[in-house]
Antibody
Framework: EVQLVESGGGLVQPGGSLRLSCAASGFTFSSYWMSWVRQAPGKGLEWVANIKRDGSEKYYVDSVKGRFTISRDNGKNSLYLQMNSLRAEDTAVYYCARASLVGLYWGQGTLVTVSS | EIVLTQSPGTLSLSPGERATLSCRAS???????LAWYQQKPGQAPRLLIY???SRATGIPDRFSGSGSGTDFTLTISRLEPEDFAVYYC??????????FGQGTKLEIK
C-alpha cells in the first residue's frame, strides 16, 4: 500500500525556519517525481515545489523561490522541504505528493503556522 | 502559466441528482495532463479522474470526466451523500509546476 507520511509542521515565528519531512513507502520512491503542495486555511491548492526522480531538477512557485528548498534522499525513501524566512502567508497545510502521468497521490499533510 | 477557472463556485443539489462541474483553461491543455480531485473537510485531496476521462482506481462509475482543449467537465451521474465535497481540476503538463482550479463546492440543497 502506498503511504506518504509528513512530519515537521508546527508553530514558528515570522522570519523563522522549519524543515518538513515526508516518509514514503509502498512504491519505488526513486522512480517518481515528488511534490509539495500547500493549502492555506479555507483556501485552494497551490503547487509549491517539484523534484525530479534523481534530484537533478527542482522547480518552485515564485512566492517561495530563494526561501524554500526541496530535496530528497532516495536511500531513505524521504522527501524534504526546508523553509526559511517564513512569512504569515506561508501558513498552510503542506502535503507531500507523488507525481506521475496519472496525477498526484497525497499524504495527509502537516500544518505550518507562521505567527508571533 | 495556464490558469484554470472552475464554475460554478458553489453547486447546491440533492442526492440522486446529476452534477456537472466545469473547468476552463486560459490556453489549450493536453488532455493527458488534466485531472480532477475530491476533497472532504479535514482530508487530503483524492484523485478521481486523470487523463481528462480515466477513472482512478476504486472510483465509482457514477464519476466521469470529459472535454478537450480548454473546456473540461466532471459529471457525477447520481449524487450520493458522500459525494458532497470540494472538487478541484488540475493541469500538469504545460510547465514543471502544474496549476489547480480554485475549486467547486458541491453542497446539499
Amino acid at each position: 500500500e502506498v503511504q506518504l507520511v509528513e512530519s515537521g509542521g508546527g508553530l514558528v515565528q515570522p522570519g523563522g525556519s522549519l524543515r518538513l519531512s515526508c516518509a514514503a513507502s509502498g512504491f519505488t520512491f526513486s522512480s517518481y517525481w515528488m511534490s509539495w503542495v500547500r493549502q492555506a486555511p479555507g483556501k485552494g491548492l497551490e503547487w509549491v515545489a517539484n523534484i525530479k526522480r534523481d534530484g537533478s531538477e527542482k522547480y518552485y512557485v515564485d512566492s517561495v523561490k530563494g526561501r524554500f528548498t526541496i530535496s530528497r534522499d532516495n536511500g531513505k525513501n524521504s522527501l524534504y522541504l526546508q523553509m526559511n524566512s517564513l512569512r504569515a502567508e506561508d501558513t498552510a497545510v503542506y502535503y507531500c505528493a507523488r507525481a506521475s502521468l496519472v496525477g498526484l497521490y497525497w499524504g495527509q499533510g502537516t500544518l505550518v503556522t507562521v505567527s508571533s | 502559466e495556464i490558469v484554470l477557472t472552475q464554475s460554478p463556485g458553489t453547486l447546491s443539489l440533492s442526492p440522486g441528482e446529476r452534477a456537472t462541474l466545469s473547468c476552463r483553461a486560459s490556453q489549450s491543455v493536453n488532455s493527458i495532463y488534466l485531472a480532477w480531485y475530491q476533497q472532504k473537510p479535514g482530508q487530503a485531496p483524492r484523485l478521481l479522474i486523470y487523463g481528462a476521462s480515466s477513472r482512478a482506481t476504486g472510483i465509482p462509475d457514477r464519476f466521469s470526466g470529459s472535454g478537450s482543449g480548454t473546456d473540461f467537465t466532471l459529471t457525477i451521474s447520481r449524487l450520493e451523500p458522500e459525494d458532497f465535497a470540494v472538487y478541484y481540476c488540475q493541469q500538469y503538463g504545460s510547465s514543471p509546476l502544474g496549476t489547480f482550479g480554485q475549486g467547486t463546492k458541491l453542497e446539499i440543497k
